[in-house]
């Protein structure tokens, strides 16, 4: 075992009960770096071309970084990684809170589930050991119910559960993982993937320290950053809004999805803006292991009809838009209900709500009437019936049952996949950011390895000012010249590559993008040098990012097996539209064919095929990965 990282992989095969630890050395860790990385890994060399998602011998993998677990700020996050049950493709998807230095520091870096229990179980880890434990009695539980109940069971308050809810034993497609109630693994269905195989959490108990190079110096930087990350304006806003504030900045921009993305703006953003949201539903600020942003928000609500749980945390800005701004709904209160809903059953808010409103637009189109619906009438600007929708998706009771398929296939079902609202990219629904007013983050729900996501790499409005804090981090990266974020130029698709690559490699160390640059306010030379004093290595910003590039290579081989093209990196019509209002209003910003060419061209500056995707044999020799062209 070296410094950092326990150097044990645990091994658990659900349909023959059996456990086995797998010891990894150095120069694994090295390699992987840990989350996505080792996920990728077992993925590409485990799993069988063509399976179906719910196989048996698809895998589950939860998978810490090298960092996870030290005393920095926002290094504390872990990957779940297997073949999505919503789009088929190689997925990840990153949690923080605290079960990831927790299972870190019960002995393990990684667990990698296989096959289908029997019946629904739990897995305890603690003092370097698992056990799969009777789960029977938790199948149907609410997730703060399972998570009190294992608490008693083994007799600790200190134990960290990851979960799956109701909606992901009853395999909703866009299900997901929550730790602690307040800090979920999002997309991709990893939720339903874990469900399927019978799993309705893993327990972990802490049981000795992680072992450290250079433990004072970490400590050092983590009190000299907890005194000063306030001094930034990008740590400040963190802390008083968390991401709060993003409908009034977005609709200010342009940028805010209303009206099933028919609209970009609202005429008066004050009831969901940060302030309304301190004012009426903040009880107090939140954060995860070792992290003094505390970005995450604890709500409290007295109402008689939207009473909420306080101990399931706030919602954020993308469950804000999602069954908010999106659903044309501005009821914070009734937002704050969806968000408890969806935490309490594990439902991705982000396709939930997208979910909901493609199905209201088919609605208002006479795709669908009330006898597709059970009787009901579909309509934006509802929140009874956001709600209500919500919990029917979660049991798959009546309709719900169907909405519970997600955008995607019921788009193919209902004969309107070619319709500009369908808005799903690789069968994953789109995020609340409009790429009509951020062309590098369409570029990335366009390439992405997983279907559309916003968090492929920082958002094109940090770069527009050569002299801001956030520009001048990324110089190191060779970024020098500032772009506009509406603009599709080569310079625009390299910066892409560039800090797509730099945000894989954070997801792969175990860190969240809100505590280092260029969103976050520690330098990328300070993040170097303390990842050299967790691990005792001699690390470079260069080995790093070819780290990161080597787990989405390995994604990629993956899709390219599975069948997935550049055909498939298309952005839904309906962003090709001229902007409907708010800056650049009646403008179309670029034009599809234009947009192909951008993507085309990415995937020659990545070393793939301009038609496949699959990266080139020279490519994958470089990153050290030849064994994944056999």
């Not at 701004?325 to 968000?339: E, P």
Request: charged letters at 25%; proline letters at 5%.
């Amino acid at each position: 075992m070296g410094y950092g990282y326990r150097g044990k992989v645990l091994h658990v095969d659900l349909s023959n009960r059996k456990i086995e630890v797998e010891e990894k050395d150095d120069t694994f860790y090295r390699t992987y770096l840990g989350g996505r990385g080792i996920g990728y890994h077992y993925l590409l060399k485990e799993v069988p071309p063509g399976i179906d998602p719910y196989s048996p011998d698809n895998i589950l993998v939860l998978a810490t970084g090298v960092m996870t677990g030290s005393p920095l700020p926002a290094s504390c996050r872990f990957s779940a990684v297997g073949k999505s049950p919503l789009t088929g493709a190689a997925g990840e998807s990153e949690a923080a809170g605290f079960f990831g230095p927790e299972l870190k520091m019960a002995g393990f870096d990684a667990v990698i589930f296989r096959g289908i229990a029997e019946r629904p179980v739990y897995l305890w880890v603690t003092g370097g050991k698992a056990e799969i434990k009777d789960g029977s009695h938790l199948a149907s539980l609410g997730t703060r119910e399972v998570e009190d109940t294992i608490r008693n069971e083994m007799g600790s308050n200190r134990i960290r559960v990851a979960q799956t809810g109701l909606a992901g034993m009853n395999r909703v497609r866009f299900a997901n993982i929550t730790n602690n109630l307040a800090h979920f693994n999002g997309r991709n269905g990893f939720g339903a993937l874990m469900g399927s195989k019978n799993v309705r959490a893993v327990a972990a108990l802490a049981t000795e320290k992680i072992p450290f190079f250079d433990t004072e110096f970490l400590r050092q930087i983590a009190r000299n950053y907890a005194k000063t990350f306030k001094d930034n304006n990008l740590g400040n806003a963190l802390f008083v809004y968390g991401t709060t504030a993003f409908c009034g900045i977005l609709s200010a921009g342009g940028a805010l999805p209303v009206d099933n993305f028919r609209r970009s703006k609202l005429d008066d953003p004050t009831p969901v803006s940060g302030d309304t949201y301190n004012q009426m539903l903040l009880k107090k600020r939140k954060g995860c292991y070792a992290c003094p942003i505390r970005c995450k928000r604890g709500i409290a609500l007295d109402d008689p009809k939207y009473g909420i749980d306080s101990r399931y945390s706030g919602p954020e800005y993308e469950t804000m838009a999602a069954l908010g701004t999106n659903l044309n709904i501005l009821d914070l209160k009734a937002i704050a209900k969806g968000n408890e809903i969806c935490g309490r059953y594990c439902l991705d808010t982000i396709s939930a709500g997208m979910t909901i409103a493609f199905a209201c637009e088919c609605f208002e189109e006479g795709i669908i009437t009330k006898e597709d619906t059970g009787g009901i009438e579909l309509r934006l600007g509802d929140p009874d019936l956001m709600i209500r929708l919500l919990e029917m998706t979660a049991r798959r009771e009546g309709f719900g049952d169907l909405l519970a398929e997600g955008v995607s296939r019921l788009a193919r079902n209902w004969g309107v996949a070619d319709k500009p609202y369908n808005l799903s990219i690789k069968g994953q629904e789109l995020p609340m950011h409009d790429p009509r007013a951020k062309v590098g983050v369409g570029i990335g729900y366009a390439v992405g390895t997983y279907g559309a996501d916003h968090m492929n790499a920082p958002h094109d409005p940090y770069f527009v000012d050569e002299n801001s804090f956030t520009f001048q981090t990324v110089k190191p990266l060779g970024m020098h010249k500032a772009m506009h974020p509406t603009e599709i130029t080569t310079e625009k698709v390299r910066t892409y590559v560039i800090l797509d690559n730099l945000w894989k490699m954070m997801d792969a160390l175990g860190l969240c993008v809100f505590g280092y640059a260029p969103r976050g306010v520690m330098s990328l030379d300070l993040m170097v040098q303390c990842l050299n004093a967790i691990t005792g290595w001699n690390g470079s910003l260069f080995e790093l990012m070819k780290a990161g590039e080597r787990g989405t290579l390995m994604a990629r081989v993956f899709n390219s097996r599975e069948g997935f093209t550049v055909k498939d990196d298309k952005l839904p019509g309906r962003l090709f539209d001229p902007k409907p209002d708010g800056p650049d209003a009646g403008k179309r910003i670029f034009e599809e064919k234009e947009f192909q060419k951008a993507v085309e061209l990415l995937y020659a500056v990545i070393g793939c095929d301009p038609e496949t995707g699959r990266p080139s044999r020279g490519k994958l020799i470089e990153l050290g990965l030849e064994w994944a062209d056999e």
